[in-house]
């Protein structure tokens, strides 16, 4: 099966940070202003619209990371083939991953849509959000299949090396939306009423774009090729693999997620008010988590690629070096976030007693930022080098063992309120990373490749 000339980029241990990093830090950036902008422009249309969205964002997020089953074993499979060089394989494990994901989308795009009042009434929403988060949910989680194909084409791009192009589609994104948040909020169509409808819809739309342009551009850089006849016979095989390094990677995130959506229905009981900070103050905490995302997704993408050539050693001392880097800029964007918050909350209410809920849960995002830049380090490392199970491991224990008792305790128990809800998460993050990074001190992902080397 042979591929068209390739025109991806040489990844190798000599790859400065910066060159994958730089593109991805500004996409992040710009997925953060979107995010932002969308809580902005709600919270002046209606203050229950932005906590309705945020409980609804915990659902869909949770919806993404089924999505990254596949997307997250295309990933390393691509890296680690591609760091191989046996290329006669990319068409094939493209269209694989591109089809399974899509049918998998549209199947579970209905199964949250009809769990909908379910989810709901588990999460505890108030009876002033609950329209709200509804209606978002069926509207953008009905399009979730959309994310699927997009989540697994941005990976394949980015595992070649194409990081400029998350960056740019990001930026298209961000104009389609905000445009999108005017007109049905405040412009032309606000005289249709359908506010949280419409920015749904604005995501949707904005989104499919998004996955045409990725689409567009796999074909124009001849990165490779989709076709039905790459699985004719079907690659059952692959598919197995794939399947067994996504499912543990998905299960880790499923388990988070899982957890910090029950600390959610923990803050939903806590009032509106704990719900809209912690909602805001998530919106601000997302610039803090840029720089040690850009860079963790930097060190899986050459991570990956040194498994795959066989360069062990070169990897293990790379994923260090990474560390030195992203640690104290996350922990300066965090301190500065904490200092800067008593006027950034100021952007989005004017209600005193969320923002003094806000300034108590940024101090203790400090240290929530260290433990997650090392979670995020060494954990996306070890899902590249194909050790996947250890980070779910770790995983369910931390999450539930430290996050979800630490953070009823001290937010429930000892009335700390949202702020103590944080600190069970920090607690997490921090234990976590730090069990994580002695696995990979350890040396024990070596020998688990997935791609067989060629002597």
């Given at each position: 099966?042979?591929?068209?000339?390739?025109?991806?980029?040489?990844?190798?241990?000599?790859?400065?940070?910066?060159?994958?990093?730089?593109?991805?830090?500004?996409?992040?950036?710009?997925n953060t202003m979107l995010n932002n902008i969308d809580t902005l422009m709600l919270s002046h249309y209606d203050e229950y619209a932005v906590g309705a969205v945020g409980?609804?964002?915990?659902?869909?997020?949770?919806?993404?990371?089924?999505?990254?089953?596949?997307?997250?074993?295309?990933?390393?499979v691509v890296a680690q083939y591609l760091g191989a060089k046996q290329y006669e394989s990319m068409n094939m494990i493209y269209t694989l991953a591109v089809t399974v994901?899509?049918?998998?989308?549209?199947?579970?795009?209905?199964?949250?849509?009809?769990?909908?009042?379910?989810?709901?009434?588990?999460?505890?929403?108030?009876?002033?959000?609950?329209?709200?988060?509804?209606?978002?949910?069926?509207?953008?989680?009905?399009?979730?299949?959309?994310?699927?194909?997009?989540?697994?084409?941005?990976?394949?791009?980015?595992?070649?090396?194409?990081?400029?192009?998350?960056?740019?589609?990001?930026?298209?994104?961000?104009?389609?939306?905000?445009?999108?948040?005017?007109?049905?909020?405040?412009?032309?169509?606000?005289?249709?009423?359908?506010?949280?409808?419409?920015?749904?819809?604005?995501?949707?739309?904005?989104?499919?774009?998004?996955?045409?342009?990725?689409?567009?551009?796999?074909?124009?850089?001849?990165?490779?090729?989709?076709?039905?006849?790459?699985?004719?016979?079907?690659?059952?095989?692959?598919?197995?693999k794939m399947i067994r390094i996504g499912l543990p990677s998905a299960g880790e995130n499923l388990t988070y997620n899982l957890c910090q959506t029950t600390l959610l229905?923990?803050?939903?009981?806590?009032?509106?008010?704990?719900?809209?900070?912690?909602?805001?103050?998530?919106?601000?905490?997302?610039?803090?988590?840029?720089?040690?995302?850009?860079?963790?997704?930097?060190?899986?993408?050459?991570?990956?690629?040194?498994?795959?050539?066989?360069?062990?050693?070169?990897?293990?001392?790379?994923?260090?070096?990474?560390?030195?880097?992203?640690?104290?800029?996350?922990?300066?964007?965090?301190?500065?976030?904490?200092?800067?918050?008593?006027?950034?909350?100021?952007?989005?209410?004017?209600?005193?007693?969320?923002?003094?809920?806000?300034?108590?849960?940024?101090?203790?995002?400090?240290?929530?930022?260290?433990?997650?830049?090392?979670?995020?380090?060494?954990?996306?490392?070890?899902?590249?080098?194909?050790?996947?199970?250890?980070?779910?491991?770790?995983?369910?224990?931390?999450?539930?063992?430290?996050?979800?008792?630490?953070?009823?305790?001290?937010?429930?128990?000892?009335?700390?309120?949202?702020?103590?809800?944080?600190?069970?998460?920090?607690?997490?993050?921090?234990?976590?990373?730090?069990?994580?990074?002695?696995?990979?001190?350890?040396?024990?992902?070596?020998?688990?490749?997935?791609?067989?080397?060629?002597?």
């Amino acid at each position: 099966m042979k591929t068209d000339k390739r025109q991806s980029v040489a990844i190798d241990e000599n790859t400065p940070l910066l060159i994958l990093a730089g593109p991805m830090f500004l996409e992040l950036f710009l997925n953060t202003m979107l995010n932002n902008i969308d809580t902005l422009m709600l919270s002046h249309y209606d203050e229950y619209a932005v906590g309705a969205v945020g409980n609804a964002n915990i659902i869909l997020f949770m919806m993404n990371i089924f999505f990254n089953v596949i997307a997250t074993a295309t990933s390393v499979v691509v890296a680690q083939y591609l760091g191989a060089k046996q290329y006669e394989s990319m068409n094939m494990i493209y269209t694989l991953a591109v089809t399974v994901n899509l049918v998998f989308g549209i199947i579970l795009s209905g199964v949250f849509c009809l769990a909908n009042p379910l989810i709901m009434n588990f999460l505890h929403v108030s009876e002033e959000m609950r329209p709200y988060s509804m209606i978002y949910i069926y509207i953008v989680g009905g399009g979730g299949f959309i994310t699927a194909v997009f989540n697994v084409m941005l990976q394949i791009l980015r595992c070649n090396g194409h990081t400029r192009i998350g960056m740019w589609v990001t930026f298209a994104i961000n104009i389609i939306n905000i445009g999108g948040n005017y007109l049905f909020l405040y412009g032309p169509w606000k005289s249709l009423g359908m506010g949280v409808a419409g920015v749904a819809i604005s995501t949707v739309f904005a989104r499919l774009f998004a996955v045409g342009v990725l689409l567009l551009f796999f074909y124009v850089t001849k990165t490779g090729r989709l076709s039905l006849r790459y699985l004719v016979p079907f690659p059952g095989r692959l598919l197995g693999k794939m399947i067994r390094i996504g499912l543990p990677s998905a299960g880790e995130n499923l388990t988070y997620n899982l957890c910090q959506t029950t600390l959610l229905s923990f803050v939903n009981s806590m009032g509106n008010d704990s719900v809209n900070a912690r909602a805001y103050c998530n919106s601000l905490i997302a610039f803090a988590m840029l720089f040690s995302s850009a860079a963790a997704m930097s060190a899986q993408i050459i991570t990956g690629h040194l498994v795959g050539a066989g360069k062990s050693e070169e990897a293990y001392k790379r994923v260090f070096r990474t560390l030195r880097t992203s640690m104290p800029i996350t922990i300066a964007l965090a301190a500065i976030n904490a200092v800067l918050c008593p006027y950034t909350l100021r952007l989005f209410t004017s209600n005193e007693n969320v923002i003094a809920l806000g300034q108590a849960i940024m101090i203790v995002d400090i240290f929530l930022e260290a433990g997650r830049c090392l979670n995020m380090i060494f954990i996306s490392s070890l899902k590249a080098a194909g050790a996947t199970i250890f980070p779910l491991i770790a995983g369910i224990l931390c999450n539930w063992g430290l996050g979800l008792t630490t953070g009823y305790v001290a937010g429930v128990v000892l009335g700390l309120g949202v702020a103590g809800i944080f600190l069970g998460t920090a607690t997490d993050e921090c234990i976590r990373g730090l069990i994580v990074m002695y696995y990979w001190y350890r040396r024990k992902w070596m020998g688990k490749a997935v791609v067989e080397q060629r002597h």
